[in-house]
């Protein structure tokens, strides 16, 4: 039956690259220690600690972005991060993303320039190691686009044991063990709306079956997976304003510091949740009792 209900889902109406631009993997960079610091922003600065360097550090503000790790991206909970990535990369003329020219960098940002020349024996073998332009030794090696990290998106984790994707308003820049979706400008689907698809039983059920297997239940999420997934079309917009209605139930039950979070009421509206979501997909109820129970072999949907 396995087959039979992934056809069932990619026949689908949209394609996930109908709905999103993409589905693209965080930044790489060319040491953690080196590019990934915790402080925080104050004034005109980053303050902060270097695991390099063994010491608090000041950068200017500019050129730290906010950095989640993909273990950090959680499911339906806010982007909220202590970490930053050393980002000396800027969008040009055509909104394309290009690293600093030396001297700009230099001239403009003197704390950014003297931190990062602790390390430039260091990064210019890595360039070269990597075949990439050592005269940029101070960048990235996969800095990604700036456009793609500063919009709305849901985020997700590389590899995980259920799904974990959650929605993305702090333009936070996701290390490479996570992954971006943003939404087509062109598509009118709220977003709760998808990420509650992304979250089911259903998803879930999918990767389990076409991804590669890690270990103890866990599967990786990336692009040559999730990209293979389809989403229903709906004509019933009270269906999907109900979906999204719960979703914003579970995101305030997360989040929420005045709320108690109870395991209880947050698998009653999963699994109301899942139950439309079926719906959309017009399972059977014995298509629905085989996902439930494939599913029950290994994860917690609910973490």
Not at 290 to 295: G, K, S, T
Request: glycine share 4%; aromatic share 14%.
């Amino acid at each position: 039956m396995e087959e039979s209900i992934i056809t069932k889902i990619q026949s689908s109406n949209f394609k996930m690259l109908d709905i999103f631009e993409g589905v693209y993997q965080g930044i790489i960079t060319v040491g953690d220690d080196i590019f990934i610091l915790k402080g925080n922003i104050e004034d005109k600065l980053f303050l902060g600690y270097s695991e390099a360097l063994k010491t608090e550090v000041s950068i200017e503000k500019e050129l730290m972005k906010p950095l989640l790790k993909g273990e950090n991206i959680k499911r339906y909970q806010n982007t909220v991060t202590n970490m930053y990535v050393f980002y000396p990369h800027y969008n040009d003329a055509k909104n394309k993303t290009r690293p600093f020219e030396e001297d700009v960098l230099r001239e403009r940002f003197p704390y950014a320039y003297k931190y990062i020349c602790n390390f430039k024996d260091y990064l210019v073998d890595k360039k070269i190691k990597y075949k990439t332009n050592p005269k940029y030794w101070y960048s990235l090696h996969r800095a990604r686009e700036i456009t793609m990290f500063e919009k709305s998106k849901i985020i997700t984790p590389q590899l995980q044991n259920y799904p974990n994707f959650t929605l993305d308003l702090n333009a936070c820049y996701p290390d490479a063990g996570g992954y971006s979706l943003v939404k087509r400008n062109e598509r009118n689907e709220d977003i709760r709306y998808l990420l509650g698809i992304l979250n089911s039983s259903v998803l879930w059920f999918f990767i389990k079956n076409i991804s590669t297997p890690f270990n103890n239940n866990y599967y990786y999420f990336k692009s040559a997976y999730l990209g293979k997934f389809s989403f229903p079309k709906t004509e019933d917009i009270r269906l999907e304003n109900s979906i999204c209605e719960l979703v914003s139930n579970l995101q305030d039950l997360y989040n929420s510091q005045e709320i108690i979070r109870s395991d209880r009421i947050i698998n009653e509206i999963e699994n109301e949740i899942n139950k439309l979501i079926y719906r959309l997909y017009d399972f059977t109820q014995k298509e629905i009792s085989f996902i439930e129970r494939m599913n029950a072999k290994g994860g917690n949907l609910n973490g």
